[in-house]
C-alpha cells in the first residue's frame, strides 16, 4: 500500500480546488484531474488524520461502479492515464491508483439522492413527519426497514461549513428545469436500482446513496464525481441485517464513534484519532471493496 496521501501537490498542474476528500487540477481546456485523496470529514469538519488507502478504495470501486452502470447513463471519464499527465515520479506517486482524468463537464446544483431503506435522517424525518423529505410512508414502520420502492429525495448544495439542505422534486425542478429534473431522478432511480440488486448478491445492502450529475456543452447528462462509495452511501452487511436495528455499516462509523466518545464539540481543530480506529476504519473500506469487486 502506498504512503496515506492527506493532501496532493502538484506543480505541474493548475490548481483548481480541495474539498473535503478530493483535490481537483486543470489537465487543459477539456479535461480535469481529479486526486481522491485519504482525508476524512466527519461531522462537516476535515480530520488532520488521514485514512491510510482510502482514496484508492474510492477510485477502484468508482471504476468498478462506472464501468459496470455504462449502461444507463455515460460518466465523466476520459479514458486518459492519470500518471500521462503529471510530470515528475514523485507527482506520478501521488495520482497512482487514486485519480481520474475526466471531461470537463458543468456540475448539477442539486445532490441526488436515493433511499431504500429508512435509516439516517430520513428515519428521524419519519417519527416526526410520517413522511421523507415530503414523501409520504406507510404508517408503523421501522428503523432500517426497507421502503416499498427506492425515493429519490435530492438536496442542496451547501457552501463549505455549512449543512445540504433537502429539497422536494418540485423545488428541484425550479433549480434544474422540468425536464432536466425528470432526467436525474430517473437516471438516480436506474443506478440505484440495478447497484442494489448486485450488491446484494455480494452480500452487501444499498441502505442509500449519493449521485452528482453533470452537463456537457449541448445539455446531454453525465455521472460524474464518484459513485457508489463507502463515502457517498450507506453499507450494510446484509447477514447483519434486521429489521428495527441500524445495522454496523462499512464506513467510517468507527470514527465517528470513536470521536462522539472523545467530548470533541464538533467544531475545526479536530482531534488526533488514534491508529487503532483509522486501521479499522481502512479495513472496513478494503472489505467493501473486495465484497463488491473481488479485488
Known amino acids: 500500500m502506498n504512503p496515506a496521501l492527506h493532501e496532493s501537490n502538484l506543480t505541474s498542474l493548475k490548481f483548481l480546488h480541495r474539498g473535503k476528500v478530493r483535490d481537483l487540477y486543470e489537465v487543459d481546456a477539456d479535461h480535469l484531474l481529479i486526486v481522491q485523496t485519504d482525508r476524512l470529514s466527519a461531522f462537516d469538519v476535515i480530520l488532520p488524520t488521514p485514512i491510510p488507502g482510502k482514496g484508492e478504495v474510492l477510485t477502484a470501486v ?7 452502470l455504462g449502461n444507463i447513463i455515460p460518466n465523466h471519464l476520459s479514458g486518459i492515464d492519470p500518471e500521462s ?7 506520478k506517486a501521488q495520482v497512482r491508483g487514486r485519480a481520474f ?5 458543468k456540475p448539477l446544483p442539486i445532490e441526488a439522492i436515493v433511499r431504500g431503506y429508512l435509516a439516517g435522517s ?14 409520504q410512508l406507510p404508517a408503523g414502520m421501522q428503523e432500517a426497514q426497507k421502503l416499498p420502492q ?67 456543452a449541448v445539455g446531454k447528462l453525465y455521472l460524474i464525481d464518484e459513485a457508489l462509495t463507502p463515502d457517498s452511501s450507506r453499507f450494510w452487511p446484509a447477514d447483519q441485517y434486521k429489521v428495527g436495528t441500524n445495522p454496523p455499516s462499512f464506513d467510517k462509523q468507527f470514527v465517528r464513534d470513536w470521536l462522539e466518545s472523545s467530548g470533541w464539540n464538533k467544531k475545526p481543530p479536530a482531534p488526533q484519532v488514534p491508529a487503532d480506529v483509522l ?10 471493496q473486495r465484497l463488491l469487486t473481488g479485488a
Not at 468508482?62 to 459496470?68: D, L, M, Q, V
Open 62 to 68: 468508482s471504476n468498478f461502479w462506472f464501468e459496470k
Open 85 to 91: 499527465v503529471v510530470k515528475t515520479d514523485a507527482e
Open 101 to 105: 482524468v475526466t471531461k470537463k463537464l
Open 122 to 135: 430520513g428515519w428521524k424525518d419519519y417519527k416526526k413527519t410520517g413522511a421523507v423529505c415530503g414523501i
Open 150 to 216: 427506492a425515493i429519490f429525495t435530492p438536496s442542496t448544495k451547501a457552501p463549505a461549513g455549512a449543512h445540504d439542505e433537502n429539497i422536494s422534486f418540485e423545488e428541484s425542478k425550479k433549480i434544474l428545469g422540468a425536464d432536466m429534473a425528470e432526467q436525474v431522478k430517473n437516471a438516480t432511480l436506474a443506478l440505484y436500482t440495478q447497484a442494489a440488486d448486485y450488491a446484494l448478491t455480494r452480500g452487501i445492502i444499498i441502505a442509500d446513496t449519493k449521485f452528482e450529475f453533470g452537463t456537457d
Open 279 to 288: 486501521q479499522k476504519t481502512a479495513d472496513k473500506y478494503r472489505e467493501a
